[in-house]
C-alpha cells in the first residue's frame, strides 16, 4: 500500500473511533449492571462491545473490502489474504461496566504479518493516538514520542494484572515487586491499549504484560515504534502480537526492563 494512501486510511480510521466513541459515551450514561453478559472468568463483556464491533467492521469493510479481520466479540473473523484489521472495540471494558474513566477504541491493520497502521482512542480524554508504517507517531493531530529517559530507576512504569491465567504469577509479582523498588513506581490502568499509547507518548517509561490478546495490543504497538519506542515479547523477540506477553518502552529503558523481566520469568 502506498503511503498516501495508509495515511489517508489512518485518518478515515481515527473518524470512525470519534464515531463509534460517541455512541459508546452515550450508552455510559445509562447502562447498568443487569447488562453484563460473562465470557469466562473475569472476562465481561456487553451489547456496547458488541454493537461497537458491528459498526466498526460494517465501515472498515467499505474503507478496505479485501481486508479481513481479527475480532475480539467474533463479529467477523474471515481472513484476508494480505490485509487483516484487529479489532478491540472497548478495551478496558472492566473499567466502563464500573464507571471508571479509562478505555478505548483499539484497532490495528496488519499486511501479511507486518503492523502497518494503528489507533487508539482513549474516549473519556478524547485523546486519539495514531501512527502509520514510516509515518510518526501522533496524538489529536501533534507528533508524539516516547520518553528520553535513559533508566528504570527514573522511570514510571505500567503492568496489568493477569484476569484468567495465574500460571505464571510467581515471576510476575517478583518483577512487580523489583519494580515497585527500584522505580519510580508502577500503574494499573485496566486497559493495554492505552498503555501503549502513554508510552508512546512518554507518560510511562515502560510496560510489560502477559496473558493478552492481539485486539489489546496490536493498535498500540505500532504507535510505540512509530514514536519512537521498542516492543518485543519477554524474549526479547518479535512475538508480541499473538504470543501473549509484551514489553514496549522507549529504547533506552528497554534493554533494562527486558533484563529483570527475563531473568525472573526464566527462572520459574
Known amino acids: 500500500m502506498e503511503i498516501q494512501e495508509l495515511q489517508k ?4 480510521v481515527t473518524l470512525l473511533t470519534k464515531e463509534v466513541g460517541h455512541f459508546i459515551l452515550e450508552e455510559r450514561k445509562t447502562f447498568s449492571q443487569s447488562q453484563i453478559e460473562k465470557k ?16 466498526i467492521v460494517l465501515k472498515l469493510k467499505s474503507l478496505l473490502p479485501e481486508a479481513g479481520f481479527y475480532t475480539e466479540e467474533a463479529t467477523d473473523n474471515s481472513k484476508g489474504e494480505k490485509y487483516n484489521w484487529i479489532i ?33 482512542h ?30 528504570l530507576s527514573d522511570s514510571l512504569i505500567a503492568t496489568g494484572f493477569p484476569y484468567h491465567n495465574y500460571d505464571r504469577m510467581i515471576p510476575y509479582m517478583q518483577v512487580f515487586d523489583w519494580c515497585m523498588r527500584n522505580t519510580h513506581g508502577l500503574r ?4 493495554a491499549a492505552a498503555d501503549l499509547a502513554y508510552v508512546a507518548c512518554g507518560r510511562f517509561e515502560a ?28 524474549n526479547g523477540g518479535s512475538n508480541f502480537i499473538f504470543g501473549g506477553e509484551l514489553i514496549a518502552a522507549n529504547k533506552k529503558v528497554h534493554t533494562e526492563m527486558y533484563n529483570v523481566i527475563s531473568t525472573e520469568f526464566q527462572k520459574n
Open 207 to 234: 510496560f510489560y504484560e502477559y496473558g493478552l490478546n492481539a485486539w489489546d495490543v496490536a493498535g498500540g504497538a505500532i504507535i510505540v515504534k512509530e514514536a519512537g519506542g521498542h516492543v518485543t515479547d519477554f
Open 40 to 55: 469466562g472468568h473475569n472476562d465481561l463483556v456487553s451489547y456496547v462491545d458488541k454493537t461497537a464491533e458491528e459498526r
Open 9 to 12: 486510511l489512518c485518518i478515515d
Open 188 to 191: 494499573r490502568l485496566g486497559s
Open 122 to 151: 482513549e474516549l473519556n480524554l478524547d485523546e486519539c493516538f495514531y501512527a502509520w508504517k514510516t509515518g510518526g507517531a501522533f496524538m489529536n493531530g501533534k507528533s508524539i514520542s516516547v520518553s528520553s529517559i535513559n533508566k
Open 88 to 120: 478491540d472495540p472497548l478495551d478496558g471494558t472492566t473499567n466502563f461496566i464500573h464507571g471508571i474513566p479509562c478505555f478505548c477504541i483499539s484497532i490495528a491493520l496488519l499486511e501479511n504479518d507486518e503492523l502497518i497502521l494503528g489507533v487508539v
